[in-house]
């Protein structure tokens, strides 16, 4: 099953790099990974999608607090959650194009956000089954390039993932 692990780490060197060790080290693949800083300069928020068992989750979670610098870690996906992707897809400006850029603004709430002489780049946003179908619409011919981000996450109701400091 597919899980999302929000963590807040302590803005160190070396932290980042100690949570991906940890699922390099017992095996656990990790889909995406999207870190920023949060409102809290000394803090910054990752968010990791990962595969794996309730069972195996747990075990991650639990090792994940045990790391120096992790302040705070939730499996999003155990409760009411909202995640989003981003998508940029640039595509050749011509008239094969123009169907399929109707279609990701129209179908999938893409907006155009730029446009040159020979390339238009659409972003979509959405979850990661919405970019996945978005993708198939455009056709390798008539795509230059695409860029993804990996998932944020947020919990619905009382749930937060903030340190007692912060605001």
């Known amino acids: ?45 990752i968010t990791v999608t990962t595969e794996g068992s309730n069972e195996v989750i747990s075990q991650i979670v639990n090792q994940l607090n045990k790391l120096v610098d992790v302040v705070k870690v939730i499996d999003l996906t155990a409760d009411e959650h909202i995640e989003r992707e981003v998508l940029l897809l640039k595509l050749h400006d011509n008239e094969a194009a123009k169907s399929v850029i109707e279609t990701l603004i129209t179908e999938f709430k893409g907006r155009v956000v730029s446009e040159s002489n020979d390339a238009i780049i659409v972003e979509i946003t959405g979850v990661a089954e919405k970019l996945d179908r978005a993708i198939q619409v455009a056709p390798v011919e008539i795509v230059f390039e695409l860029v993804r981000s990996g998932a944020l996450g947020i919990a619905t109701g009382k749930q937060i993932l903030k340190l007692e400091s912060m605001r």
Do not use: C, K, Q, W
Request: glycine fraction near 6%; charged fraction near 20%; avoid cysteine.
């Open 1 to 45: 099953m597919r899980h999302i692990i929000s963590i807040l780490l302590e803005n160190e060197a070396g932290a980042l790099s100690r949570v991906s060790g940890l699922f390099s080290a017992r095996g656990y693949n990790i889909e995406s990974l999207t870190v920023a800083p949060t409102d809290d300069a000394t803090v910054s928020r």
